[in-house]
């Protein structure tokens, strides 16, 4: 006769069991193991990271960018603490508009186009679609769009977002979304990314958008999603399907 397979005695040992058995597929390890082992970032990858306000997108985002040579980060808030204090430690040359600049000698940029006055949209638009099809004439850069939603569907910039995600592989562009709203941003930003980061998040309409990651199952990535604890971060390779969980790097000077 083969094995006695023995049945949870309870409701409570059934959801152990399952828990266990989705959190063995993303296993645990450190910020500095996880970027150093697991995060191979190349040239012409797109990254996304998903999660509501004050998880800590913008600081992880930061993290990585800090790794690159060529890099323009996008600002369309009046003012962002994290972001100012991250490009003034880093060397970043702040911009209202793109400027013909020589990249080797400015190779870090932060776009942020006045955003005081609340009819400034019109100037964000015209600011950042100009950077955008320079920078996709050039080649060579990684881009931060942080609030991909405000930045696709309010300032009407979806046509470039999905481009750069669709085509700019050849002449290695790297895009990094961050959002807070993953029901409404474009499919592209699932399907063209290398990798996506997720922190904890119930809300249905988010996570019905999960379905169809990589060959991923999509009640597994909601499962691990919905276990995740405070500042912890659910990492995908949307090409091999490996997936680690890692807590979000903590903010610089903390």
Same mark, same amino acid.
């Given at each position: 006769?083969?094995?006695?397979?023995?049945?949870?005695?309870? =409701?409570?040992? /059934?959801?152990?069991?399952?828990?266990?058995?989705?959190?063995?597929?993303?296993?645990?390890?450190?910020?500095?193991?996880?970027?150093?082992?697991?995060? !191979?970032?190349?040239? #012409?990858?797109?990254?996304?990271?998903? #999660?509501?306000?004050?998880?800590?997108?913008?600081?992880?985002?930061?993290?990585?960018?800090?790794?690159?040579?060529?890099?323009?980060?996008?600002?369309?808030?009046?003012?962002?603490?994290? @972001?100012?204090? /991250?490009?003034?430690?880093?060397?970043? @040359?702040?911009?209202? =508009?793109?400027?013909?600049?020589?990249?080797?000698?400015?190779? =870090?940029?932060?776009?942020?186009?006045?955003?005081?006055?609340?009819? $400034?949209?019109?100037?964000?638009?015209?600011?950042? &679609?100009?950077?955008?099809?320079?920078?996709?004439?050039? +080649?060579?850069?990684?881009?931060?769009?942080?609030?991909?939603?405000?930045?696709?569907?309010?300032?009407?910039?979806?046509?470039?977002?999905?481009? /750069?995600?669709?085509?700019?592989?050849?002449?290695?562009?790297? @895009?990094?979304? $961050?959002?807070?709203?993953?029901?409404?941003?474009?499919?592209?930003?699932?399907?063209?990314?290398?990798?996506?980061?997720?922190?904890?998040?119930?809300?249905?309409?988010?996570?019905?958008?999960?379905?169809? !990651?990589?060959? @991923?199952?999509?009640?597994?990535?909601?499962?691990?999603?919905? &276990?995740?604890?405070?500042?912890?971060?659910?990492?995908?390779?949307? &090409?091999? +399907?490996?997936?680690?969980?890692?807590?979000?790097?903590?903010?610089? +000077?903390?």
């Amino acid at each position: 006769m083969g094995d006695v397979v023995r049945l949870p005695a309870s =409701r409570e040992e /059934f959801r152990d069991a399952l828990s266990a058995d989705y959190e063995s597929r993303a296993p645990e390890m450190s910020w500095e193991q996880f970027k150093r082992e697991f995060f !191979i970032w190349n040239p #012409g990858q797109h990254v996304a990271l998903i #999660g509501p306000t004050d998880s800590g997108k913008t600081t992880l985002a930061l993290n990585i960018l800090a790794d690159r040579r060529f890099v323009v980060a996008t600002a369309t808030k009046p003012y962002d603490e994290t @972001l100012d204090h /991250f490009a003034s430690t880093h060397r970043f @040359l702040k911009l209202e =508009r793109w400027e013909s600049k020589d990249p080797i000698t400015f190779p =870090r940029r932060v776009l942020w186009p006045d955003a005081t006055d609340l009819y $400034a949209a019109r100037k964000q638009q015209h600011a950042f &679609r100009e950077a955008f099809r320079q920078i996709y004439r050039d +080649g060579g850069w990684t881009v931060y769009v942080d609030e991909l939603w405000f930045v696709a569907q309010h300032l009407k910039l979806e046509f470039e977002i999905k481009t /750069f995600l669709l085509q700019s592989r050849s002449n290695n562009i790297s @895009l990094v979304n $961050a959002t807070q709203r993953p029901a409404w941003v474009p499919l592209e930003v699932y399907d063209q990314s290398r990798w996506l980061f997720f922190w904890r998040d119930n809300d249905e309409r988010n996570l019905s958008r999960l379905s169809g !990651i990589s060959w @991923l199952s999509a009640n597994v990535v909601k499962s691990l999603i919905a &276990r995740l604890k405070p500042h912890q971060v659910l990492v995908i390779n949307t &090409r091999t +399907g490996e997936m680690v969980r890692t807590m979000s790097p903590p903010p610089e +000077g903390k």
